[in-house]
């Protein structure tokens, strides 16, 4: 599952145990109460980092619990219901109020991969892990939110390609280079020192959190309409 950590203006979520911390419904609605916590109690200065324990980062939808179901009909609805489920997820960190951290110190792929995209900030280790779509090697068509997270927060269109026609795992150092990743670092105590340093940074500046969250939403127009994200306008009165 997951736990949630206030040091100073920091919120720390973390992935605990060293299993590949796949999403079902359940670890989906403790995620999805956390990210709730977390925007009910933030303040200026406040930032978000999301972490992990173990050789995974995530390896997204739990398709074992999918499985048994016990029929091919059963595993397509239980995999339905966790796309429709992890939608919110994103919603919810695409309009937390505040910068977001994603410290990738394990492999992250398909939906794991996804989550850490949605945040402001991705942090990687170059010794261990990847960047990876399973869906296209597992015969899964990949979810239209899923998509248009790809094509607004990647910029180039070789890369998406690699990612989702190819299947490509893309470790930590050409993920840096490829401009995936804001830096890549040796080992798993770089990335989370690095993470709270850049958090911490990003906290100093003390930011209006709501209107950061509509900022963020207007880089993302189409990933904002199909989750259902309004934007919002602000007068310097609101400031």
């Not at 949605?118 to 899923?146: N, Q």
């Not at 998509?147 to 795992?169: H, P, Q, T």
Request: net charge positive; aromatic share 8%.
């Amino acid at each position: 599952m997951c736990t949630l950590e206030k040091r100073g203006n920091l919120f720390i979520l973390t992935f605990t145990g060293e299993d590949q911390h796949r999403f079902n419904p359940n670890v989906i609605g403790s995620l999805l109460s956390l990210l709730s916590q977390i925007k009910a109690e933030a303040t200026r200065g406040s930032a978000l980092i999301t972490q992990a324990q173990g050789k995974f980062f995530s390896n997204g939808f739990d398709l074992d619990w999918a499985q048994a179901a016990g029929s091919e009909q059963g595993a397509a609805k239980r995999l339905r219901q966790m796309v429709d489920l992890f939608k919110p997820v994103i919603a919810a960190l695409l309009s937390l109020p505040m910068p977001t951290v994603a410290a990738i110190t394990g492999h992250a792929a398909a939906g794991g991969f996804v989550l850490a995209l949605s945040h402001d900030y991705l942090i990687m280790r170059k010794d261990r892990g990847v960047l990876y779509m399973s869906e296209v090697d597992i015969a899964l068509t990949i979810p239209d939110y899923f998509n248009a997270l790809f094509r607004e927060k990647i910029g180039d269109a070789s890369v998406r390609r690699d990612f989702l026609l190819r299947g490509l795992k893309m470790k930590g150092d050409e993920a840096e280079k490829r401009g995936v990743v804001e830096a890549a670092y040796g080992g798993e105590a770089e990335v989370r020192q690095a993470s709270v340093r850049l958090a911490e940074n990003l906290g100093r500046r003390k930011w209006h959190g709501e209107v950061y969250a509509e900022i963020r939403k207007g880089l993302h127009p189409q990933l904002s309409a199909i989750l259902g994200l309004t934007h919002k306008a602000y007068s310097i009165s609101r400031l």
